[in-house]
């Protein structure tokens, strides 16, 4: 096995004086978007305390990481490039479900790759995510502190945790406890848990009962209180994503933002499901048809499997964009989120509630028009109902959407002005404090690397 350490050399500048002799971070995101992206604002967060970081990737994740990566963090945060074996299938960071675990073998595979890394670098602290539990313990070996962050919400969390370590406790938030169809489908990923090897177990104790967590006690403290007395880990939050980060994309929705600029203050619908879920036919004839009966404008991002071509006149309902004219926008290529949803005519985001997708709202002060899918989605989404900055689009008895409910929704929240102010509301609190929940979580993580 051939090993490589590369770094960022696109990003090799003078380090300025408030970075030297900064304690060092090497941070080792699991390679899918919805956790590299938490775990790059976690990244930057510390490098404005002054710390210097170091992010371990593959080529998987190589590009999406350089492009998230802001050039005035160009001195603190470098990429390290872990060498892998030759995957059995060509995979990129829209990592399918069913592709997790040769993903997750083969990174386990170059455990010695990843040894030398820590060799070389000597961070004083290894964050890591708990999808990678076995790299806490390449750490260990080598004397270093290693922590876990947890790019999912503490009620979810704490739920999977009460679940599979303490199933003779009743969890006791029954508001968002999973549906019949939600809890069949997260009861598959706890016997997947159950059954995995103790070096990849989440809830493992590392060298210290201490995670990261990407939550604020302003939306989750009872959550983190009660993991914490049923668990006695200690949880550090280190609140909600950096805003408005300026990245190195490329500018193309420059037409999709010239377009918003035509619409009323709140007016217009954002669709997307990300990169990792992929709409079946029917749901996306049924949403099709419920953004077309609300009357209501939007901009709806189309994904396709990567590597397959399609064209949008044949994946949605004929003559729909004839109908829908000028109404509505619908892209099949990547857009920046966090322009979309900045900008003053949207007024609501269809979203399958993954976790960062609803933190990510939350941020931008956007009402959550729940329509989760699986894993953590269902519970997220009725966490923000019961925060009151979301509704949900109801499903049958078997699970399914209607395009009649999804247009009711879609009407409801454009027109209710109260959903707007109440997300609002929860947004200046977040913000009020968010900088006071990293300062201290920056604080405690130097005090801890200083025993």
């Known amino acids: 096995m051939n090993f490589c350490f590369r770094k960022n050399n696109s990003m090799a500048t003078q380090v300025p004086p408030k970075h030297r002799n900064a304690l ?16 790059l604002d976690l990244a930057m967060k510390l490098a404005d305390r002054g710390f210097s970081v170091r992010v371990c990737s593959t080529i998987i994740s190589r590009d999406t990481i350089n492009k998230q ?14 060498c892998l074996l030759k995957l059995s299938k060509p995979i990129t960071n829209e990592i399918p479900v069913d ?16 040894a030398k890394i ?6 004083d602290l290894f964050i890591y995510d708990l999808l990678l539990q076995w790299a806490e313990g390449v750490a260990k070996k080598q004397g270093i502190l290693a922590m876990k962050f947890v790019v999912m919400g503490a009620a979810v969390f704490s739920y999977l945790y009460t679940t599979i ?21 997260l009861n598959e ?36 209180d009660y993991f914490t007395k049923l668990s006695n880990w200690k949880v550090i939050p280190v609140g909600l994503p950096i805003k408005n980060r300026v990245t190195n994309d490329v500018d193309d929705d420059v037409e999709v933002i010239d377009w918003l600029g035509t619409k009323d203050e ?26 077309e009966l609300s009357n209501v404008d939007f901009v709806w991002i189309v994904r396709f499997p990567e590597r397959e071509t399609r064209n949008l006149e044949d994946v949605l309902p004929k003559g729909f964009f004839q109908r829908i004219g000028e109404r509505g926008r619908v892209l099949d290529k ?36 729940a329509m989760p899918i699986h894993l953590d989605q269902p519970m997220n989404a009725k966490l923000m109902v019961e925060l009151g900055v979301a509704v949900e689009i109801v499903r049958d008895d078997d699970g399914k959407i209607h395009r009649e409910e999804i247009a009711e929704t879609l009407k409801g929240v454009v027109t209710r002005g109260n959903l707007r102010a109440k997300v609002r509301d929860v947004s200046k609190n977040l913000k009020t404090i968010g900088n006071e929940e990293m300062d201290t979580a920056a604080k405690e993580l130097i005090q801890l690397c200083k025993r």
Not at 99 to 114: A, G
């Open 24 to 39: 060092k971070v090497l941070m080792f995101p699991w390679l899918a978007y919805g956790h590299i992206s938490p775990f």
């Open 69 to 82: 990566i802001p050039e005035k963090y160009s001195a603190s945060i470098k990429m390290v490039e872990l």
């Open 99 to 114: 592709l997790d675990h040769i993903v997750l073998e083969t990174l386990k595979l170059s455990k010695s790759n990843f």
């Open 118 to 123: 820590l060799q070389k670098l000597k961070p």
């Open 165 to 185: 370590r303490k199933p003779e406790v009743e969890f006791p938030f029954h508001d968002i406890y999973p549906g019949e169809n939600e809890l069949m489908k």
């Open 189 to 224: 990923l706890i016997a997947e848990s159950s059954r995995i090897d103790k070096y990849d177990d989440a809830f493992a104790e590392g060298n210290i009962q201490v995670m990261l967590m990407s939550t604020s006690r302003t939306i989750e403290g009872k959550y983190i």
């Open 266 to 291: 709140g007016s217009t619908i954002f669709v997307s499901f990300g990169n990792e879920y992929i709409l079946s036919k029917e749901e996306m004839e049924e949403l099709a048809f419920g953004l």
């Open 334 to 369: 990547c857009v920046l989120r966090s322009r979309i949803l900045n900008h003053s005519s949207i007024g609501g985001f269809v979203s399958p509630c993954g976790w960062h997708n609803v933190i990510e709202c939350l941020d931008f002060g956007v009402p959550i028009i």
